[in-house]
């Protein structure tokens, strides 16, 4: 049975466990991964190896772990002609969208006589993308992640992403990663990749920042590496809602439902509505699209949407403000609004990492090809996180300067509060400072 619920009879059990949703399997994974980034901390290359060999059944040796420019040029050989033409539109999108958000490289302004600030933009030194590839392959998470860091100019891009079965890295994410102008390319997964990243091994020299979506091993190792690392945004398993009322296509709006559920079985699809006879529609048609996924894709939906641990489903709502509400609440990675006039709702909706307007904008296309990005916050972090963006890449760094009639203007004030605070030293630097030379 689809899970199916009237919001105003959740119990806050059912109603906590929605919100958490995969963050509390990342939670019981702690203690799981602890040993794991401690190890590769610990014995680097050697570590990091054998877990490879554990977790991804592949046995490499040390100087199999760096991606070669033979491998980049026999992946554009290997790559379907039609797919390589899909990445370069795609990645022609997201460039175009991601050059808008690019800021000036410094900014200044005047204060008051005197008195010049701004900022200074500076591209962080190194970053890591993580680039999953467990139950999938993921181009598009490679040119979500490495336009805007190149867009930033990072002067070091290094990805990591596990190796197939053959010990190979998929050819769709290598040729992408060649588009956007990736630095260094590792042959390494999950939470021992993390933590190589985050320590450095022999082969891999550390990073100052990681970011990219992962598993919840991945998700747990950034958690732990907190402190260590920049770890940007807390993007884990996949997550949408699908904010629909009665204009709503149902056979449209059961489809899209199974977009983000078919990652995996802690990923979450939900249809929040205020239309009892769409929720019903809905209903009816799931069970058949479910049936006719393939496998592990079926498997993936029913644990979502059927399971007890599953936190995929439809929720009704008595009112749309309501459904609103609960969407703020939840602060889902993708939202999709399905209603009458979606511009209209657009100001109420404050807390979703991606929102994706009307019939003809379904999730996929915000996946792959719009041109907005992609690596989103997850487990309802939407609330203060942002979707991924050229300043993921960039970091600001204040810059001020005052003549000596700016200085005059603000000594006195400076002092009065540094006294104030109880800081002697800071009082006595804008004491009767007069420059000599
Ligand atoms: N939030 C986003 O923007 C976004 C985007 C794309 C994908 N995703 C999510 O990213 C995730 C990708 O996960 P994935 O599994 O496909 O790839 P992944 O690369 O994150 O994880 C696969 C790796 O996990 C490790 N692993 C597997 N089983 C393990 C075990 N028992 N113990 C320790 N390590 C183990 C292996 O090393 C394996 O290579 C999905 O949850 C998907 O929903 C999120
Ligand atoms: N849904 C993912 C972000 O949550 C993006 C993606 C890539 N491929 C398929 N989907
Ligand atoms: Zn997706």
Known sequence: MIHFY???????????????RSETVIDDLLDYVRPIVRDVR???????????????????????????QADIERAYELLDK?????????????????????????????????????????????????????????????YMLATPASIAKVPRIVVTTPPGPDGEIDPASLVAADLCGVHEIYRASGAQAIAALAYGTETIARVHKITGPGNPYVSAAKRLLYGTVDVGLPAGPS????????????????????????????????LVTDSRVLAEQVLALLPDKIAALPEPRQSFCRTGFESDKGTGGIILTTTMSEAVDFVNEYAPEHLEVQVSEPFALLP?????????????????????SVGTNAILPTGGFAHTYSCTTVYDFLKRTGVAYMTQEGYKAVSETTRRLAEFEGFPAHARAVTERVIRR
């Not at 570590?47 to 490879?52: M, P, R, T, V």
């Open 239 to 270: 997550e949408s809602i699908i904010l629909a009322d009665e204009h709503a296509d149902p056979e449209l709006v059961a489809r899209d439902l199974l977009v983000e559920a078919e990652h995996g079985p802690d990923s979450s699809g939900l």
């Open 42 to 68: 610990d014995r680097g290359d050697k570590a990091l190896l054998e877990y490879i060999e554990r977790f991804d059944h592949v046995r490499l040796s040390a100087d199999r772990l760096r991606v070669q």
């Open 348 to 368: 109420d909706l404050k807390n979703a990492a991606e929102i994706l307007l009307g019939p003809y904008t379904p999730i996929p296309t915000g996946n792959f």
């Open 6 to 20: 009237e919001l105003s009879r959740l119990d806050s059990a059912q109603r906590g466990r929605l919100l958490r």
């Open 82 to 142: 039609n797919v390589y033409a899909a990445i370069k539109q795609a990645i022609q999108n997201v460039r175009t969208f991601h050059e808008r958000q690019l800021p000036h490289e410094q900014w200044f302004t005047e204060i008051a006589p005197g008195i010049t600030a701004g900022e200074k933009i500076t591209p962080i030194s190194s970053v890591a993308l993580y680039v999953p590839r467990g139950k999938g392959a993921f181009p598009s998470v490679m």
